[in-house]
């Protein structure tokens, strides 16, 4: 069983349609979560960051963390076609040996449509 | 924010050659780089930690002799695929974190490498 997991869709959604992602883990040792967006032949970009239970915003995202149920989520509001691309979810632990190896997701392929 | 800067983009290489990727923190120091393979519709794998001034570390089964890494400087990473194949044909990416933002950290990633032999 992999340590992470996460549907590689392709998921297809029509442009202002919410995108709903998540991945659930396996490791209760991981304390800190990131999605990244990368499109094709490119690096992961960025885009949240938490290490809490909870929701976090950030302009058209929210990322969703519950430790208790090992299950994570983002959210994007108003999807553009510009949103189409991979998005990957990625884990850590902290203050461990293992700080800093990020464990992704297998990315799931957005797709929005005009 | 941090910015790693990765060369080259793109390499072509004959079987049997050496080629060097680097990976530089231009506006940051990182004592630790991060080197990813990721082959085509897979995630992002970690092959090794790269540490400043000392050996980097291997994951399980990544071949240390195949795959050099040299950390010289707060700022530069080097991974150097040896004696290549066509099964190393990959993208490769390196990761690095800015440690002065604490533990309000992302990692930032390079641009990535397509490496291709042929």
């Known amino acids: 069983q992999k340590e992470v997991e996460q549907d590689p869709g392709p998921l297809s959604v029509p442009e202002g349609a919410i995108v709903s992602l998540n991945c659930t883990y396996s490791n209760s040792a991981f304390q800190y979560f990131m999605w990244y967006r990368q499109y094709s032949r490119k690096g992961p970009e960025l885009l949240m960051y938490t290490y809490s239970s909870g929701n976090k915003e950030d302009g058209r995202f929210t990322a969703q963390v519950d430790k208790s149920s090992k299950y994570i989520s983002l959210f994007i509001r108003d999807s553009q076609p510009s949103d189409s691309a991979t998005y990957l979810c990625a884990m850590s632990e902290i203050g461990t040996d293992s700080w800093g190896k990020l464990q992704f997701g297998a990315g799931t392929q957005v797709v929005v449509t005009p | 924010g941090a910015v790693v800067s990765q060369h080259p983009s793109w390499v072509i290489c004959k079987s049997g050659t050496s080629v060097k990727i680097e990976c530089r923190s231009l506006d940051f120091q990182a004592t630790t780089m991060f080197w990813y393979r990721q082959f085509p519709k897979q995630s992002l794998m970690l092959m090794a930690t790269?540490?400043?001034?000392?050996?980097?570390?291997?994951e399980q089964g990544v071949e240390k002799d195949k795959f050099l890494i040299n950390h010289a400087s707060l700022t530069l990473s080097t991974l150097t695929v040896t004696s290549a194949h066509p099964e190393d044909s990959s993208f490769y990416i390196c990761s690095a974190r800015d440690l002065s933002a604490g533990y309000n950290y992302g990692y930032t990633f390079g641009s990535g490498t397509r490496l291709t032999v042929v």
């Open positions: 790269s540490n400043e001034g000392s050996k980097a570390t291997y």
